[in-house]
T-cell receptor
Framework: DTGVSQDPRHKITKRGQNVTFRCDPI?????LYWYRQTLGQGPEFLTY????????KSRLLSDRFSAERPKGSFSTLEIQRTEQGDSAMYLC???????????????FGDGTRLSIL | QQQVKQSPQSLIVQKGGIPIINCAYE??????FPWYQQFPGKGPALLIA?????SEKKEGRFTISFNKSAKQFSLHIMDSQPGDSATYFC????????????FGTGTRLTIIP
């Protein structure tokens, strides 16, 4: 399967702990996006990468959140000192966009569901 | 600020009927409007997308109607089947930028046999 892969699928942790999620995009996709989806809502944009460069971060992304894409391939999203409000599905998407843009489709993974106890 | 408003929140249609889901947007800079389908425990999957230079686009049983002046667009599902039962999201983005998607709040569609 060559789709977007996310790991783990589920994460349960106690409030105050740190968690890290991983996303493996479709190979050769140069853009990678992170979204957060809470129950009964649509996904909300968190941040995106063009290759290894993080080019935009949403105001939703507090300083407890950090994302990396060190070699322009897989990405990690870390949440430090988790709070109950962090409970959500964290979705990763990738697309192949050349310079100048063309709005190629974003392909989503199946997400990591985070539950904070 | 909710930039993409979606209705209805839920919809029940008999098999073979034509469910219609509506979305309205505020930002006139949006120029790409995809629809995604999401099953429980899965990520959103792209169904069909439209740009504002056309008023209608069909792909299989799925049709998008687009009204640029009203800033509205809708999804129609022809000959609906129980397997179409899922949550549907409209979205919008701006080309030549980061192309991040702004999603509606979703419509939970149930097709009854």
């Amino acid at each position: 399967d060559t789709g977007v892969s996310q790991d783990p699928r589920h994460k349960i942790t106690k409030r105050g702990q740190n968690v890290t999620f991983r996303c493996d995009p479709i190979s050769e996709h140069n853009r990678l996006y992170w979204y957060r989806q809470t129950l009964g809502q649509g996904p909300e944009f968190l941040t995106y990468f063009q290759n290894e460069a993080q080019l935009e971060k949403s105001r939703l992304l507090s300083d407890r959140f950090s994302a990396e894409r060190p070699k322009g391939s897989f990405s990690t999203l870390e949440i430090q000192r988790t709070e109950q409000g962090d409970s959500a599905m964290y979705l990763c998407a990738s697309s192949s966009n050349t310079r100048g843009g063309s709005n190629q489709p974003q392909h989503f993974g199946d997400g990591t569901r985070l539950s904070i106890l | 600020q909710q930039q993409v408003k979606q209705s209805p929140q839920s919809l029940i249609v008999q098999k073979g009927g034509i469910p219609i889901i509506n979305c309205a947007y505020e930002n006139t800079a949006f120029d790409y409007f995809p629809w995604y389908q999401q099953f429980p425990g899965k990520g959103p999957a792209l169904l069909i997308a439209i740009r504002p230079d056309v008023s209608e686009k069909k792909e299989g049983r799925f049709t998008i109607s687009f009204n640029k002046s009203a800033k509205q667009f809708s999804l129609h599902i022809m000959d609906s089947q129980p397997g179409d039962s899922a949550t549907y999201f409209c979205a919008a983005s701006i080309t030549f930028g980061n192309e991040k998607l702004t999603f509606g709040t979703g419509t939970r569609l149930t097709i009854i046999p």
